[in-house]
C-alpha cells in the first residue's frame, strides 16, 4: 500500500536559517504529492503541490520538487521566520481522487527570534 | 464561500455516549471526506462520499462509527457508545471531482472522551 515518511522532528531553527523537510514516500502508478500546514487547533492548510515528476511547487517561499528517481518531496525555505512555527505533513494521493491521502506524521518545527 | 466548516469544534463527552459531528463543505465540491487524527500523527482515512454515495470505507470505521451525506450536501459522523481511544481530531475536507485536484480541509472537531 501507499506510505509516506517524514524526518522525525521536533525541528528547532532560528529566525532566517535554511529550513529542509525530508519526505520520501512508497506508492503505486504516479501520484499526487502534497504539504500541509498545520497551525495549533486548527486544520490542515495545503501549502504546496505537485502532480507529476520534476514538478516544483512553491508557496510563501517554501518549494518541493517532485523526485520521481528518489521518491522524495522535500520542502525547503530559504529564511525561514517565527511565523512558520507549525507541524509540516507530507501527503500522496491518487491523482483522480486528491481527497483520499496518505499523510506522514508530521515535523513539528519551532523558529526562534 | 467560507470554505469547508465543521460544527463544532469541541466535544467533551462521557464514555458510552453518542456523539454527531456535522461537516458543510465548498458548495460546488461534491467529494466529502472524513479523517481521524490523533495527538502526534498524521490524519488517517476513515471514509469519503461521492454526492450522496458512500464509495469507500476504511477499516478503521468500525461499526459504531456511521456517516452519512443525505442529500449529497452537508455529511454527519456519528459515533455511538464512544470509548476513550475515539478521542482525537475529526478533520472533514471537500473537493471536485477533477484529475490533479486539491483538497480543502476543515478546522476539525476535537473529541475528548472522559
Known amino acids: 500500500g501507499n506510505s509516506v515518511t517524514q524526518m522525525e522532528g521536533p525541528v528547532t531553527l532560528s529566525e532566517e536559517a535554511f529550513l529542509t523537510i525530508n519526505c520520501t514516500y512508497t506508492a503505486t502508478g504516479y501520484p499526487s504529492l502534497f504539504w500541509y500546514v498545520q497551525y495549533p487547533g486548527e486544520g490542515l492548510q495545503l501549502l504546496l503541490k505537485a502532480t507529476k515528476a520534476d514538478d516544483k511547487g512553491s508557496n510563501k517561499g517554501f518549494e518541493a520538487t517532485y523526485r520521481k528517481e528518489t521518491t522524495s518531496f522535500h520542502l525547503e525555505k530559504g529564511s525561514v521566520q517565527v511565523s512558520d512555527s507549525a507541524v509540516y505533513f507530507c501527503?500522496?494521493?491518487?491523482?483522480?481522487?486528491?481527497?483520499?491521502?496518505?499523510f506522514g506524521d508530521g515535523t513539528t518545527l519551532t523558529v526562534k527570534p | 464561500d467560507t470554505g469547508v466548516s465543521q460544527d463544532p469544534r469541541h466535544k467533551i463527552t462521557k464514555r458510552g455516549q453518542n456523539v454527531t459531528f456535522r461537516c458543510d463543505p465548498i458548495s460546488e465540491h461534491n467529494r466529502l471526506y472524513w479523517y481521524r487524527q490523533t495527538l502526534g500523527q498524521g490524519p488517517e482515512f476513515l471514509t469519503y462520499f461521492q454526492n450522496e454515495a458512500q464509495l469507500e470505507k476504511s477499516r478503521l470505521l468500525s461499526d459504531r462509527f456511521s456517516a452519512e451525506r443525505p442529500k449529497g450536501s452537508f455529511s454527519t459522523l456519528e459515533i455511538q457508545r464512544t470509548e476513550q481511544g475515539d478521542s482525537a481530531m475529526y478533520l472533514c475536507?471537500?473537493?471536485?471531482?477533477?484529475?490533479?485536484?486539491?483538497?480543502?480541509f476543515g478546522q476539525g472537531t476535537r473529541l475528548t472522551v472522559v
Open positions: 475536507a471537500s473537493s471536485l471531482e477533477l484529475a490533479n485536484t486539491e483538497a480543502f
Open positions: 501527503a500522496l494521493s491518487d491523482n483522480t481522487n486528491a481527497g483520499k491521502s496518505t
